[in-house]
C-alpha cells in the first residue's frame, strides 16, 4: 500500500510541535548534561526525550518506518539508509546553544522515501521559526512562501558555517583556513550554531550560501530539500552530488554562487561516513 505522503505530514507535524514545546519550555532552565566523543560534543536529558517522543509517536502509527536518529546512532546503532521509509532525527540541533540557553536551536527531521527526500521540517520553537518543505511543493516559514536570494557574486554573498563538534587538529586548521580565506572575499560569515538553521537561512534569503565538513546525516536531511525547494542548490562541497552520508554539504542561492564557492574551499573528508 503506498505512503500517503499528505497524512504523513500533518501526523509528524503534529509531533514535532508537541516536541518543540518541551525544548521551549526548558531553554532557560539547568541542563544535565553528558559529554559524548569530547566535552563540545554534548548531550542533554532534552536531547534524548525529544527523540523518542518523535519515533514513539512515528512507530504508532507507521511500524514499519526506519530511522536514523542522532541519539540512538551516538549509542552505537548503525546508521542505515534503505529504500524503506526512513525518518533522519536530530531531536535538538544546536545543543551547545541550548545547554548555554542561547535560544537558537531546532528539531531538524526529514522522511525519505525510496533514498528521495518527501518532507522536511526544522523547527525552533525558542522563537517560533517553523521551516517546512515537501518535495516539488515549496518551502515556507511559518506557512508562507519563502524563496533563496539568488545572489550570484560571490564578493557580495553572506555565507553560514559551524567549527563544528571536533577539534581533531587537521579538520580545524582546514575549517580555519576555510574562514579566512572566505572572510577577505565576502560580504560577511555567520555561524548560529546549527546545521540545520543555517541552511534555513539560506532556503529563507538571509543567507547565500552555508558549507560544513563533518556534520551528519541528521544535520542536513531536512535543510537539503528546504533548500531545494526554495529554488536553492545543495551539493557537496566539491561541486558533486550532495551524498547525505558523507559529512559534507554545501548549499547556495544559486549554482552559479556555488561554483565560486567550490573553487575557493580546501577540501576535508571527515571519515568515517555516516
Given at each position: 500500500?503506498?505512503?500517503n ?9 503534529g509531533?514535532v ?13 539547568r ?10 560534543d554534548l ?5 534524548q ?21 542522532e ?8 546508521a ?5 521509509p ?20 531546532c528539531?531538524s527531521?526529514?522522511l525519505?522515501?525510496?533514498?528521495t527526500t518527501?518532507?522536511?521540517i ?27 536570494s ?33 572572510i ?21 534569503g ?13 544535520d ?5 530539500l ?8 545543495c ?10 552520508m ?29
Amino acid at each position: 500500500m503506498s505512503l500517503n505522503l499528505d497524512e504523513c505530514y500533518e501526523h509528524v507535524l503534529g509531533l514535532v510541535e508537541s516536541a518543540g514545546s518541551l525544548i521551549a519550555s526548558r531553554n532557560s532552565d539547568r541542563k544535565r548534561v553528558l559529554e559524548k566523543s569530547s566535552n563540545i560534543d554534548l548531550l542533554t536529558e532534552t536531547d534524548q526525550q525529544v527523540e523518542r517522543m518523535l519515533m514513539d509517536g512515528i512507530s504508532a502509527k507507521y511500524p514499519d518506518h526506519r530511522f536514523i536518529g542522532e541519539e540512538e546512532t551516538s549509542e552505537g546503532k548503525k546508521a542505515e539508509l534503505t529504500d524503506a521509509p526512513t525518518w533522519i532525527i536530530d531531536p535538538v540541533d544546536g545543543t551547545m546553544n541550548f545547554v548555554h540557553s542561547f535560544p537558537h536551536s531546532c528539531i531538524s527531521i526529514a522522511l525519505l522515501v525510496a533514498q528521495t527526500t518527501e518532507i522536511a521540517i526544522i523547527f525552533n520553537p525558542i522563537v517560533g521559526q517553523k521551516f517546512t518543505a515537501r518535495r516539488g511543493k515549496g518551502a515556507f516559514l511559518n506557512g508562507k512562501p519563502i524563496r533563496v536570494s539568488e545572489e550570484t557574486r560571490f564578493a557580495y554573498a553572506l555565507a553560514t558555517t559551524e567549527f563544528g563538534t571536533s577539534r581533531e587538529e587537521e579538520k580545524t586548521a582546514v575549517v580555519l583556513e576555510n574562514i579566512g580565506k572566505l572572510i577577505r572575499q565576502i560580504h560577511g560569515m555567520r555561524s548560529l550554531g546549527s546545521a540545520a538553521l543555517n541552511m534555513a537561512m539560506v532556503a529563507l534569503g538571509g543567507a547565500d550560501f552555508n558549507y560544513e565538513f563533518g556534520i551528519h546525516a541528521w544535520d542536513i536531511a531536512a535543510g537539503d530539500l528546504l533548500v531545494r525547494e526554495a529554488g536553492g542548490v545543495c551539493l557537496d562541497p566539491a561541486g558533486g552530488p550532495l551524498d547525505l552520508m558523507s559529512r559534507r554539504v554545501l548549499c547556495a542561492s544559486t549554482q552559479e554562487l556555488a561554483d565560486q564557492v567550490v573553487a575557493a574551499l580546501t577540501q576535508y573528508y571527515p571519515q568515517p561516513r555516516d
